[in-house]
Antibody, heavy 119, light 110 residues
C-alpha cells in the first residue's frame, strides 16, 4: 500500500532537538521530493522545506534556516527532519508529504507527528 | 499572517454551491500554479486540486478550481455534510523560493 508512515509523538524540553522520521511504502522513494509542513494546534499549515531523496538536495524556508536539517536514508526509504533549539512555539504536528516533479502537488501525506515542547 | 489570503470561514446548506477565494500576488499565484488541500478534522491534509484546476483521481467532480491573475477560487457544488473541513490554498512563491499557504477556510455545512 502506498503510504508514508511517521514516527511517534515526542515530548522535548526547550533548547533540545527532535528528529522525526518518515518512511515510504509502496513506491520508489527516490522518485519524489519530500516536503515538511507543520501545524500548530488550531492553526494553519506552515511549509518548512523540501528534500530530494535521490541526490540529497534540500531547500529550507527562511524562518527555519539554521535550525532545521533534512536528511534521508535511501536504503530504508526514510526521510528525516531534525529541528534544534526547540521553543515552546515549536509545539505542533509535523507532516511529511511527497511531491512529484511535474507540479503535481503534495499527493501523499504522512499521518503527522505531534511534537510537544514543554519544561 | 499568511502570504495567501483566504476568508476564515464559509458555510452553505446541503446541495448548495459555495466558493472559497484565495488572494496572492505576482510572485506566487500570478506566476505559478495554485493547489488546494482539504483537511478533515483530526486528519492530514489531502490534495484536492492541482495545477489550478486539475483533480487527482478519486476527487469528485463537485470540486473545481480556477485562477485569474493574482487570485484563485475553489468551488464546491452539490454541498454534502462530509465536505465540512478546512480548506487551504497553496502556491510556490518565487520571491521566497518556497511554498506558501493560505490561512485556511473552515467550511461549515449547515
Amino acid at each position: 500500500q502506498v503510504q508514508l508512515v511517521q514516527s511517534g509523538a515526542e515530548v522535548k524540553k526547550p533548547g533540545a532537538s527532535v528528529k522525526v522520521s518518515c518512511k515510504a511504502f509502496g513506491y520508489d522513494f527516490t522518485n519524489y521530493d519530500v516536503n515538511w509542513v507543520r501545524q500548530a494546534t488550531g492553526q494553519g499549515l506552515e511549509w518548512m522545506g523540501w528534500t530530494n531523496p535521490k541526490n540529497g538536495d534540500t531547500g529550507y524556508a527562511q524562518k527555519f534556516k539554521g535550525r532545521v536539517t533534512f536528511s534521508r536514508n535511501t536504503s530504508i526509504s526514510t526521510a528525516y527532519m531534525e529541528l534544534s533549539s526547540l521553543k515552546y512555539e515549536d509545539t505542533a504536528v509535523y507532516y511529511c508529504a511527497r511531491e512529484g516533479s511535474g507540479w503535481d502537488g503534495a499527493d501523499l501525506w504522512g499521518q503527522g507527528t505531534l511534537v510537544t515542547v514543554s519544561s | 499572517q499568511s502570504v495567501l489570503t483566504q476568508p476564515p470561514s464559509a458555510s452553505g446548506t446541503p446541495g448548495q454551491r459555495v466558493t472559497i477565494s484565495c488572494s496572492g500576488s505576482s510572485s506566487n499565484i500570478r506566476s505559478n500554479h495554485v493547489f488546494w488541500y482539504q483537511q478533515l478534522p483530526g486528519t492530514a491534509p489531502k490534495l484536492l486540486i492541482y495545477r489550478n484546476n486539475e483533480r487527482p483521481s478519486g476527487v469528485p467532480g463537485r470540486f473545481s478550481g480556477s485562477k485569474s491573475v493574482t487570485s484563485a477560487s475553489l468551488a464546491i457544488s452539490g454541498l454534502r455534510s462530509e465536505d465540512e473541513a478546512d480548506y487551504y490554498c497553496a502556491a510556490w512563491d518565487d520571491s521566497l523560493s518556497g511554498w506558501v499557504f493560505g490561512g485556511g477556510t473552515k467550511l461549515t455545512v449547515l
